[in-house]
């Protein structure tokens, strides 16, 4: 579909209004937007998209899985209309795309063997011992990790991967977001492994704490306007909450922070 920038805000939400199907990039990533054991598409992003897409006048989303770093390449080479995957709003990503309003803010967690011998609770403590630290591709952990100091970094496709990396003794930790890495050790009830508390990452001395909210073409503003009209009122009723604690998401997830704040340098 055309997202030629007019200077008028885009025409995508008339587009898909008239096709009656908007496209969502997923990244097989649990619990934001992944493809379940039945083969449907599922996640918190997908579903806040299909009632936000309803409400907006667009009866059908339909999936499309790619990579995670993948995501911003193929949302602005057209094969696909938003990125449905909980992305983390970041400044280098805001020049390549404009996000909706976070729904989510998030800290991170680590997957670690049974009794976390390594005793590993902070970035800090896997440069200090030299863990073999694993996280997933195109993950900002990479940089919060390497911020403090980690040398010993390997990507893995997802958190499955990395939980099997652990309990087989290839890697010391794997470090995701905190949702994520609770999920996977509750729905594998692995024996060898086990989620540490959430870790709060630090650069440049500061905490960060990140959020994650919808992609969409640069020209589009109309339709991330729209989008977030929606998002808003789902977060003033509590039905945002609602919708994504069944994915693993609490109250304290929740946030007022905008993308624009979010997209400062």
């Known amino acids: 579909m055309s997202t030629a920038d007019t200077g008028d805000g885009g025409h995508l939400l008339e587009q898909l209004r ?3 199907t908007v496209r969502l990039g997923l990244a097989g990533e649990q619990p934001y937007g992944y493809i379940g054991k039945d083969g449907k598409m599922t996640g918190s992003a997908p579903v806040i998209a299909e009632h936000i897409f309803k409400r907006l006048g667009v009866a059908n989303v339909q999936p499309f899985a790619t990579e995670f770093g993948s995501l ?13 995957a909980g992305m983390y709003i970041k400044p280098d990503r805001c020049e390549q795309v404009i996000f909706a309003d976070p729904e989510y803010q998030m800290l991170d967690a680590f997957i670690v063997p049974k009794g976390n011998p390594k005793n590993l609770h902070t970035y800090k403590d896997i440069a200090r011992t030299g863990a073999r630290m694993a996280t997933g591709v195109g993950f900002a952990e990479i940089d919060y990790a390497k ?3 980690v040398k010993n970094i390997t ?3 997802d958190q499955l991967a990395g939980l099997l990396a652990v309990e087989q003794d290839r890697v010391d930790v794997f470090v995701g977001t905190a949702v994520t890495v609770r999920n996977v050790v509750r729905e594998t009830e692995t024996k060898k492994a086990e989620a540490t508390q959430e870790v709060t990452p630090y650069v440049n001395g500061k905490p960060v704490i990140d959020v994650g909210g919808f992609a969409f073409r640069t020209p589009e503003t109309n339709l991330r306007d729209a989008f977030n009209r929606e998002l808003h009122k789902m977060k003033r009723t509590g039905e945002l909450l609602d919708l994504m604690r069944p994915f693993g998401f609490t109250k304290d997830q929740m946030t007022t922070i905008t993308a624009k704040e979010r997209c400062k340098p």
Do not use: E, R, Y
């Open 18 to 20: 008239a096709k009656g």
């Open 72 to 84: 911003i390449s193929g949302l602005n080479s057209l094969q696909f209309d938003v990125v449905a």
């Open 147 to 149: 911020a403090a100091g």
């Open 155 to 157: 990507t893995l496709p």
